[in-house]
């Protein structure tokens, strides 16, 4: 097409459409990629606004230098969960609230507990095991 920058080739059975100043696709109604191998992007920066967001695949895997994420809300419902970090910080504004059938916290060394006021509450017994236990 010559004069307006934009360039469609072949080779080895690959067409490519190229242009020097942007390619638009647009459809009134549903527009399909379809990759027989694999679907590829490739770019500095993606920006995708889109109104919902629905992913469906056996795994996916995500690799960043670094990442953030903003939500209104979150829910994650999983089969088990496994976390795995060097060290890990959390801040919570208002309550956080843990409901389980059992809770198990294990550290290699200390264990410190801080608050204005604190309350262990037990149906049935409380034992509290070390070689010296200082009340007071």
Known sequence: FPGMALRIGAEDGK???ASSRGLRLRSAEELEIVGGRGVRIESPELLARIGETKFEGDRIEATATEAR???GKLEQVVGRFFQFARDMYQRVESL???RAGRIRTEAAGSYHVQAER???QAKEDV???GDQINLG
């Open 118 to 120: 604190a309350r262990i």
């Open 127 to 129: 034992q509290i095991q």
């Open 96 to 98: 956080l609230h843990t």
């Open 69 to 71: 994420f903003s939500y």
């Open 15 to 17: 067409v490519e459409i």
